[in-house]
């Protein structure tokens, strides 16, 4: 008898814990997609980002033709660092008469700012 109420005592303990983590692995999860979400806001707003004004981005309204579209991002910058830098424009990636602002550089958007647009940009 004392050995059952030991085992569902125990099991009870084991699923309670179990409940308790399971929210913080969603939020965790949603906390991801939420920077994603705010990366493409940056991403498509003109007052920051307005990356449409000279890219392709596939679920983008009005997109530009200027730039190169925005599609493969994994396979063209398999170093995420390397992206960031672009959009930052850190010397190395600085193409000469490229249109494209140094954001970072400039001040037109802060390092998180940046880090969303990248995480949100990698997943086209």
């Given at each position: 008898?004392?050995?059952?109420?030991?085992?569902?005592?125990?099991?009870?303990?084991?699923?309670?814990?179990?409940?308790?983590?399971?929210?913080?692995?969603?939020?965790?999860?949603?906390?991801?997609?939420?920077?994603?979400?705010?990366?493409?806001?940056?991403?498509?707003?003109?007052?920051?980002?307005?990356?449409?004004?000279?890219?392709?981005?596939?679920?983008?309204?009005?997109?530009g033709?200027?730039?190169?579209?925005?599609?493969?991002?994994?396979?063209?910058?398999?170093?995420?660092?390397?992206?960031?830098?672009?959009?930052?424009?850190?010397?190395?990636?600085?193409v000469?008469?490229?249109?494209?602002?140094?954001?970072?550089?400039?001040?037109?958007?802060?390092?998180e700012?940046?880090?969303?647009?990248?995480?949100?940009?990698?997943?086209?």
């Amino acid at each position: 008898m004392l050995k059952m109420k030991m085992k569902q005592f125990l099991t009870a303990v084991a699923v309670s814990s179990a409940c308790v983590a399971a929210p913080s692995v969603a939020f965790a999860a949603d906390k991801g997609a939420s920077a994603i979400e705010e990366g493409k806001e940056l991403a498509f707003a003109r007052s920051k980002g307005n990356c449409l004004a000279c890219h392709m981005v596939d679920d983008g309204a009005m997109p530009g033709n200027i730039g190169p579209a925005l599609i493969a991002m994994k396979m063209r910058y398999p170093d995420k660092q390397k992206l960031y830098n672009k959009i930052w424009g850190t010397p190395e990636t600085v193409v000469e008469d490229s249109m494209m602002p140094h954001f970072g550089a400039n001040g037109i958007l802060s390092d998180e700012e940046i880090q969303k647009i990248t995480d949100y940009i990698y997943t086209l």
